[in-house]
């Protein structure tokens, strides 16, 4: 048995814990669980905080448990929200569940035999089977309004400007979760609920039906809400949440995202979002200072947290992906690359159409760079350029008498062209 809280004191992963917690984990084994929105078919990097405290649980021998919030995803959390969302039906809830599943695999052990195992519970299982007068009966006169309406996410929903205001359905969402922890309580004997710091309010609410109905006591712990240290909101890119999901997020641009954090930044995650120990991440800084230009920290954190959401193969595409843009590479690492990861290492770049035809019949360098596309201003610069041994083709260098065929397409419907060190273009076959 690891201490728990330890572990989390110095990852810089811990906001608040009821008193006793520290205590009541050293005891013996305990079972603990975080709840997961399941209103997508993938977790995005926003998640990996409380998927990080569950594996740091099991990994100093407690029991985590995951719950897919299938009832309250039908409902919809007002913690840090400012208006209501989209409610999901059960079909989709129950395809999200396993596509969140097969995402916390890769961190937490559900399959072996030890007492440990992790779980993955789904809420929408028990509460299918509680009528509405049921539970105001048995639940609801535990807890009075007055306690529901001191909660900061009931409060600052109801004192914020939106005429929305906050429906009756999200005002009991505590409610449901607190009756959660019961459950869970009683039934897989978990003792603990972890969450993000906003969270703190459910949780409680759990802990005071736990004492109330259950005769028992519950604990909780929260973890910091992460920021970015210019003041951004963590886990967004440009065009939105940076998915676990390679379909929605590919491996280069995850690794990308890891690999453009601030040095601040990396030095905080390094410590969050991998598995190294304290002596690993101590000499990772201290040698990062050294050479800041190096990125020591940036490259080690992008490795560690590609490996474990994509595999090593993946993270080793990624890196390929990287050094097309940035170092020596050939035609034959750019064919190598699916269509979308080529897309996105090539995002931005200007782009043309040309016909299935034209390619097929042979395409001349001059057409290619200035008549067909316009990359070039005029064939006279096209055929300068390309005296100058300038241009290439797929990172291969090419003269005037060079023809693109359908041998030079990659994913079977784009051709690279390429200016110099850094100007790129797309030639994209219709």
């Not at 913690?79 to 961190?107: I, Y």
């Not at 459950?183 to 736990?210: C, F, P, V």
């Not at 712990?221 to 886990?235: A, H, M, R, V, Y």
């Not at 080793?316 to 979308?340: M, P, R, V, W, Y």
């Amino acid at each position: 048995m690891k201490n728990f809280i330890e572990e989390l004191q110095w990852r810089g992963m811990l906001h608040d814990s009821m008193p006793g917690t520290e205590e009541h984990l050293l005891e013996e084994m305990r079972s603990a669980y975080v709840g997961f929105d399941p209103t997508a078919d993938s977790l995005h990097i926003g998640n990996l905080v409380p998927i990080m405290l569950l594996a740091h649980y099991q990994r100093c021998g407690h029991r985590p448990i995951a719950l897919v919030g299938g009832a309250t995803g039908m409902i919809g959390d007002p913690s840090g929200k400012s208006s209501e969302r989209n409610l999901l039906d059960e079909k989709t809830l129950r395809h999200n569940q396993e596509c969140v599943k097969a995402q916390l695999g890769h961190f937490l052990d559900f399959d072996s035999d030890a007492k440990n195992a992790a779980l993955l519970v789904n809420n929408y299982d028990w509460m299918k089977e509680i009528s509405f007068l049921e539970f105001i009966r048995d639940v609801g006169k535990h807890i009075t309004v007055n306690y529901m309406m001191a909660k900061d996410s009931v409060k600052n929903r109801i004192s914020s400007e939106s005429k929305e205001g906050m429906s009756f359905t999200e005002f009991t969402y505590q409610m449901v979760q607190g009756y959660d922890f019961l459950h869970l309580y009683r039934e897989k004997s978990a003792t603990l609920q972890m969450g993000g710091s906003d969270q703190w309010g459910n949780i409680t609410t759990g802990t005071e039906l736990i004492r109330r109905i259950g005769g028992g006591k519950g604990y909780a712990i929260t973890c910091p809400l992460i920021t970015k240290s210019d003041g951004s909101k963590f886990g967004k890119s440009e065009g939105g949440n940076v998915w676990l999901d390679a379909k929605r997020t590919s491996a280069y641009k995850f690794y990308q995202y890891w690999l453009n954090t601030s040095d601040e930044d990396a030095e905080k995650y390094i410590k969050i979002f991998t598995f190294l120990d304290k002596e690993t991440i101590d000499s990772l800084v201290k040698e990062h200072k050294e050479a800041p230009h190096v990125r020591v920290l940036q490259k080690r954190l992008g490795e560690e947290v590609t490996v474990l959401v994509h595999g090593k193969e993946e993270y080793q595409n990624a890196i390929k992906a990287s050094n097309i843009l940035f170092g020596k590479s050939t035609s034959d690492d750019i064919k190598s690359l699916d269509e979308q990861t080529f897309l996105d290492v090539f995002e931005g770049v200007p782009q043309a159409s040309v016909t299935k035809e034209e390619i097929e019949n042979g395409l001349d360098m001059i057409g290619a760079l200035a008549a067909k596309t316009n990359f070039l201003a005029s064939n006279s610069d096209a055929r300068r350029a390309l005296k100058e041994n300038a241009v290439s083709v797929n990172k291969e260098k090419v003269k005037e008498e060079y023809t693109i065929t359908s041998d030079d397409l990659i994913a079977n419907k784009y051709v690279l062209l390429q200016r110099g060190k850094k100007s790129y273009f797309l030639l994209n076959v219709e």
